[in-house]
């Protein structure tokens, strides 16, 4: 699919509902994307799309390049990086007790027109 004039294949989906953390990462106010596990390492190094789920249909809201990934294996180091991740102590995406969490480093974040995506895929999809 061509979106701001860019060929991108992959999309990842972030959940809005209880939280807008599409609209904190194309403001560039968050710029690590956290997981419980290391499902978008097959994602590092590439230009990809974001899609907004959680509050109506699955839409492609902007595209970023996930440059790095941080492996935090302790809260402390978490909290450390609270800034960039926006996830609340005590959130249903914070990190569990005894253990671990990904951060993904999001750079060159581009806002695109809005596209509803009908493609399947609980953490990737194919756009």
Same mark, same amino acid.
């Given at each position: 699919m061509f979106v701001n004039d860019q060929y991108i294949t992959k999309?990842?989906?972030?959940?809005? /509902?209880t939280q807008p953390f599409t +609209?904190?990462?194309? %403001?560039?106010? /968050?710029?690590l +994307?956290? =997981? %419980?596990?290391?499902s978008l390492k097959s994602l590092v190094g590439k230009r990809v799309g974001i899609i907004r789920t959680g509050c109506g249909k699955a839409t492609l809201v902007g595209l970023v390049t996930i440059a790095d990934v941080i492996k935090y294996e302790t809260e402390?180091?978490? =909290?450390?990086? +609270? /800034? =960039?991740?926006?996830v609340k102590k005590g959130s249903k995406y914070d990190i569990k007790k005894s253990g671990v969490k990904y951060g993904y480093v999001l750079v060159d974040v581009e806002r695109c027109n809005p596209v509803i995506i009908t493609s399947k895929g609980i953490v990737i999809r194919n756009i």
């Amino acid at each position: 699919m061509f979106v701001n004039d860019q060929y991108i294949t992959k999309a990842f989906n972030i959940n809005d /509902k209880t939280q807008p953390f599409t +609209e904190q990462i194309l %403001n560039l106010l /968050k710029d690590l +994307e956290t =997981r %419980n596990t290391n499902s978008l390492k097959s994602l590092v190094g590439k230009r990809v799309g974001i899609i907004r789920t959680g509050c109506g249909k699955a839409t492609l809201v902007g595209l970023v390049t996930i440059a790095d990934v941080i492996k935090y294996e302790t809260e402390d180091t978490f =909290r450390s990086d +609270e /800034k =960039r991740h926006m996830v609340k102590k005590g959130s249903k995406y914070d990190i569990k007790k005894s253990g671990v969490k990904y951060g993904y480093v999001l750079v060159d974040v581009e806002r695109c027109n809005p596209v509803i995506i009908t493609s399947k895929g609980i953490v990737i999809r194919n756009i």
